[in-house]
């Protein structure tokens, strides 16, 4: 179900239980909170849903990109951090483009793939640049990350957000969130 459905159903959920004349002032109440209720938990789990998605691709297009998929050896392990840790201490684009080309010429394909994702991660083109000229895949592979909205950018997760927040029932206007989950959970039939 997309969110827009999710709305509709809730929507047309509150007009039925508005226009339904049998129902008391709070036996609306009650049943607006739980439409509520059920429409917020269905959103909050299909935007949670989105950003785990989300979150899946990009990692699974830096792994394209920077060649760290699959299992590996503890050996292999070792080997990546090490690199890792030797590509972090690279604070000059020069000299990490010279260090690119050096681990290129020997053939070290981790310590290339830890040049490429410092570079990526400080914004040295030139680098990145010099790192796929001999990959095809990459600049796809980037494009197509760079496509992709960052799920921990701020605006993305106010604009991503606010699509998915319903809109409280105007029988509930004045009730506070603990008011609203009070009322959610009355059973209509005890009272």
């Excluded at 909170?33 to 299909?46: I, M, N, R, S």
């Amino acid at each position: 179900m997309t969110a827009q459905q999710i709305h509709d159903t809730y929507k047309a959920q509150l007009a039925r239980i508005e226009s339904n004349r049998t129902y008391s002032d709070h036996a609306k109440r009650v049943l607006s909170a739980k439409a509520y209720k059920q429409a917020a938990e269905q959103l909050d789990t299909l935007r949670q849903a989105e950003v785990d998605d989300l979150v899946r691709q990009r990692a699974a297009l830096q792994r394209r990109m920077f060649g760290q998929a699959g299992n590996a050896d503890a050996q292999t392990v070792i080997a990546r951090r090490d690199a890792n840790d030797r590509a972090a201490k690279l604070d000059d684009p020069r000299i990490a483009t010279e260090a690119l080309q050096r681990a290129e010429m020997e053939g070290d394909a981790l310590m290339s793939q830890a040049i490429a994702t410092r570079a990526a991660q400080v914004g040295w083109s030139d680098v990145l640049a010099a790192y796929s000229t001999d990959r095809p895949g990459f600049a796809d592979a980037a494009a197509q990350f760079n496509e992709l909205p960052d799920p921990d950018d701020i605006d993305f997760k106010l604009r991503h957000t606010v699509q998915f927040i319903a809109p409280a029932p105007s029988s509930l206007a004045n009730a506070g969130p603990a008011e609203v989950d009070r009322l959610a959970q009355q059973d209509l039939e005890a009272a």
